[in-house]
């Protein structure tokens, strides 16, 4: 059983940073590649950034190019998402996910998800 927790959410004025943190349990975490996804309120799930097993290469959504940058540290079996200049449209609850191999974006190719971390932009 594969377990992610995500961890620190919360609330921050427009203009700042938050850093996420995922720790993985259960698996072999660097045969994984590691991503992170949002849902905003009344909206969609949707990706927000993916980061190779060996953490070479990453992806992000178009329009969250510059403001967040995803890392992992496979000895500490964690992957982080960094959040700068954060506007009030960033509020969502944050979702770490866990596909097996190659970088996906697509929610159906994740196997593993986490509980979600909400974080609350205020302007």
């Known amino acids: 059983q594969v377990q992610l927790v995500e961890s620190g959410g919360g609330l921050v004025q427009a203009g700042g940073s938050l850093r996420l943190s995922c720790a993985a349990s259960?698996?072999?975490?660097?045969?994984?590649?590691m991503n992170w996804f949002r849902q905003a309120p009344g909206k969609e799930r949707e990706f927000v950034a993916a980061i190779s097993k060996t953490g070479v290469d990453t992806h992000y959504a178009d329009s969250l190019k510059g403001r967040f940058t995803i890392s992992r540290d496979n000895a500490k079996n964690t992957v982080y998402l960094q959040m700068n200049s954060l506007k009030p449209e960033d509020t969502a609850v944050y979702y770490c996910?866990?596909?097996?191999?190659?970088?996906?974006?697509?929610?159906?190719?994740?196997?593993?998800w986490g509980k979600g971390t909400l974080v609350t932009v205020s302007s």
């Open positions: 996910a866990a596909n097996y191999g190659v970088m996906e974006v697509m929610e159906a190719y994740m196997d593993y």
């Open positions: 259960g698996h072999t975490f660097s045969s994984y590649a």
